[in-house]
């Protein structure tokens, strides 16, 4: 397994996707899901190219943060315990989980800078996904501004693994509405100009409906879970 001729391939497809969408290849963030691989495959990935990495548990991230320090931006892109937050925040290029107020105000606290995040919201309604329900998502959002560390930057979304291209693109339809509909708020603290949505399976997809930033594993380390 090549991750160099993976990243190739992810490449061509990202631009074909853009394309398709009339948008430009520079507007996508490629977010590597190193979270059930090896030191050694992420170095692999580094060394590909991609500096964009994604780990969702902190025993992983801590490891792989530890062996390479800022050679990658570090993604935190899972649920993260709020009791968590202290061990991980001034290493994160961004949050991609933020979902509730106890954890706005333990990565406020624990936080030296204004901290990038992304609003997670489920869309598909999933009992087994996180995220807040669309209705909730504009107030949650406005509760942030008394946070200053907080900098809501985008919403993000698990999609269900599904071959259903039309239910996939409804999903990240309603992503992209919704992030709209906060931009329309200009509100100073949440920006939200960015939708991460979009993984090994429909990250083509949601180029095509407006993605930023994706968050690919198997299709590029190999074959892990998401």
């Known amino acids: 397994m090549d991750v160099t001729a993976n990243l190739a391939e992810i490449q061509q497809n990202i631009r074909q996707a853009c394309e398709n969408g009339n948008r430009s290849p520079e507007e996508i963030t490629l977010i590597g899901v190193t979270k059930y691989v090896t030191i050694e495959r992420t170095e692999e990935t580094i060394n590909a190219g991609v500096k964009n990495l994604g ?18 931006k570090w993604h935190f892109i899972g649920t993260l315990q709020s009791r968590k937050v202290k061990d991980v925040i001034d290493k994160l290029e961004a949050i991609h989980s933020l979902d509730r107020l106890s954890l706005a105000k333990e990565i406020n606290k624990r ?6 995040c992304f609003v997670q919201v489920n869309v598909s309604g999933e009992g087994s996904k996180h995220g ?35 239910y996939l693109r409804d999903i990240f339809k309603k992503l992209a509405s919704l992030r709209d509909a906060v931009k329309q708020e200009k509100l100073a603290h949440a920006p939200c100009e960015f939708l991460s949505m979009g993984m090994s399976n429909d990250y083509e997809i949601a180029i ?4 930023t930033h994706i968050r690919v594993g ?4 190999g074959e892990v879970r998401e």
Not at 57 to 65: A, D, H, I, P, V
Not at 140 to 149: D, L, R, V
Not at 218 to 221: F, G, M, P, R
């Open 132 to 166: 807040l329900e669309p209705g909730g998502v504009l107030s949650f959002i406005k509760e942030m501004a008394a946070y200053e560390n907080i900098h809501v930057v985008g919403l993000m979304t698990m999609a269900p693994h599904s071959d259903n291209e039309t």
């Open 208 to 211: 095509e409906e407006g993605a």
């Open 218 to 221: 198997s299709k590029l380390v």
């Open 55 to 72: 780990e969702n548990r902190l025993e992983g991230f801590q490891e792989k943060y530890e062996h390479f320090k800022d050679k990658a």
């Open 111 to 116: 936080a030296n800078k204004r901290i990038d």
